[in-house]
């Protein structure tokens, strides 16, 4: 596991970041997608700005739940007992579903993710994607850097690969994806923090 072919990042990437390449196979990409088309997207919106990427979520939101989820779709059930195995946990686990979608030109901004979640599964289908790493510092400290903070690691996730976020790849540090220039999905799985695990980070 390492960093973008020809790229000037350090050869590893944070300390609890796992990744497969190929972890479905066409077919299972291709229903997966096919079923994503019938998936009612919603704009995302956060501190006031709204993203460019499209949303769809299952089990829990971000938000503090007054808004009810829909329960996640029977099918995902398959890839996320897969990732379930990997990440050596049940299933049950995964409180929340996350479906991106990423139009061309569409990026994620850096960001850490919820702090009521712990470990992240992502997959990725239709397109490759960089995805891109710096240390995360609190908003108190940020003003005293002065310079503008740069990725420290990066890696490419092909199209059908997955990744796990454990350990410090989750807690301290953020990560952000460039604009892609073909569609993607992203599903993300995440559990909620407290939820035990016999992975490795």
Known sequence: MGPVSGSLFEATLPAG????????????ETQLASEIANVRFSVFEMRGVVARRRVAFFGRSYDSGAVPSPAIPPFLFSLRDKLAAWAELDPE??????INEYQPGAPIGWHRDAPQYDIVAGISLLSDCRMKFRPYVPPAGRSAMGSRRTATHEIQLTRRSAYLMTGDSRSSYEHHIPAVSTLRYSITFRTLRGARTGFKT
């Open 93 to 98: 686990r995964f409180a929340m579903a996350l």
């Open 17 to 28: 970041f796992h990744y497969r390449d190929t972890f479905i196979d066409t077919d299972e």
